[in-house]
């Protein structure tokens, strides 16, 4: 549902996949580990943040944006210090 509200295909996702690289990662989230991952679908950045479930050997697409310029580097890959 929110993919929708924030133009982000579902087909991006599952297009993108050999531009998948992790920025970030949040081992000890709440439920699951989770990772942020940078990609990109005709030259369109976005995030995704996927968690692992490695006891249902899965894993879930949280969320998906795309990043705002104020607080990413130029690439995307790097959040500006604050």
């Known amino acids: 549902m929110r993919l929708r509200e ?3 295909p579902r087909k991006w996702i599952l297009l993108s996949v050999e531009y998948f690289e992790i920025i ?3 081992p000890e989230d709440k ?3 989770s990772y ?3 990609s990109k679908f005709n030259e369109q ?4 943040l996927f968690a692992a479930d490695t006891q249902e050997n ?3 697409i949280i969320t998906a944006y795309k990043p705002d310029p104020q607080e990413w580097i130029k ?5 500006i210090k604050k």
Do not use: A, D, G, T
Request: hydrophobic letters at 40%; zero cysteines.
């Open 6 to 8: 924030r133009s982000i």
């Open 24 to 26: 970030e990662s949040y």
């Open 31 to 33: 439920y699951l580990p």
């Open 36 to 38: 942020l991952v940078w």
């Open 45 to 48: 950045i976005f995030h995704i």
């Open 58 to 60: 899965n894993v879930r």
């Open 75 to 79: 690439n995307m890959k790097q959040r």
